[in-house]
C-alpha cells in the first residue's frame, strides 16, 4: 500500500470516531483522586460544625472559599460517628438539593450512601445523584454504595442544582459526607469537530506531500 493510502486511511480513522461530538459538558468522576485532579481551589464542607437532631433548612455552608445552600423538603438530620457527622433527611425518601453555588463553582464532589431510621449506615443501597446546568440535567444512580462511595461532578456551566435521593426499596435515608466544591475544571475536553476537521485534513495533506516528494526522486 502506497505512503499516500496509508496516511488517508490514518487520518479517517482518526476523524471518524469524534464526527458530530462537541465538548461535554458534564463530566461524572467515581475516583476521588481523579476529581480533584480536573478541579481547581478545592474546599471541603465536613459538616462537623453542625449541631445533632433535626435541622431546619435551608442551610447556607461553606466548602473553603467556596458558598453554597442546601435543602429539603421537611428538615435536615444530622447522623454519622463520633468526630465524623453526615448529612442526611429527617423524612424517609426525601430529597436533598444543593444550590445557590458562589460564583466560579464547577465542580460537586462527596460521598454518598444511605442510612437506616436511627441513622446507622445501611449497606449496598442505591442512591441517585442530579446536576442541572445550562445544557440540562444528567443523572447517575450509584448502587452497592458504601461510606466510601465517591461521586465528583464537573461541568463547563454553572451549576442549577444538585439534587440527592435514594432508590427506595424499604426505609431508606439518602446521606452524604465531605462535599468538595471545586473552580473551573481543568480537565482535557474532547475537541470541538472543526478542530479535529482541521486536524484530518492535515493527515491527508502530509500523505499527499508525501507522495510528492517521492515522486520528485523517481
Not at 468526630?83 to 444550590?99: I, K, Q, R
Request: aromatic fraction near 10%; hydrophobic fraction near 40%; proline fraction near 5%.
Amino acid at each position: 500500500m502506497t505512503t499516500k493510502k496509508l496516511c488517508i486511511l490514518f487520518a479517517l480513522a482518526l476523524c471518524l470516531p469524534f464526527a458530530g461530538t462537541s465538548q461535554a459538558a458534564t463530566i461524572f468522576y467515581n475516583s476521588q483522586a481523579t476529581y480533584l485532579a480536573a478541579i481547581a481551589s478545592p474546599g471541603t464542607d465536613t459538616f462537623d460544625d453542625l449541631p445533632g437532631g433535626p435541622l431546619t433548612g435551608p442551610l447556607n455552608r461553606n466548602a473553603g472559599i467556596h458558598t453554597y445552600t442546601a435543602s429539603t423538603v421537611g428538615d435536615f438530620f444530622l447522623v454519622g460517628i463520633p468526630g465524623d457527622s453526615w448529612l442526611s433527611t429527617d423524612v424517609v425518601g426525601d430529597t436533598m438539593t444543593f444550590n445557590n453555588f458562589s460564583a466560579g463553582v464547577r465542580g460537586f464532589g462527596a460521598f454518598f450512601f444511605a442510612t437506616d431510621v436511627d441513622g446507622v449506615f445501611l449497606p449496598g443501597k442505591s442512591i441517585t445523584v442530579s446536576a442541572t446546568d445550562g445544557s440540562g440535567t444528567n443523572s447517575t444512580t450509584l448502587t452497592n454504595t458504601t461510606t466510601s462511595t465517591f461521586l465528583g461532578i464537573v461541568s463547563d456551566q454553572a451549576f442549577t442544582s444538585i439534587t440527592v435521593k435514594s432508590v427506595q426499596d424499604g426505609l431508606v435515608w439518602p446521606t452524604m459526607n465531605d462535599v468538595i466544591l471545586g473552580a473551573v475544571s481543568t480537565a482535557p475536553q474532547v475537541p470541538e469537530p472543526g478542530t479535529w476537521a482541521t486536524v484530518c485534513l492535515g493527515l491527508a495533506g502530509l500523505g499527499f506531500a508525501a507522495r510528492r516528494r517521492r515522486g520528485s526522486r523517481s
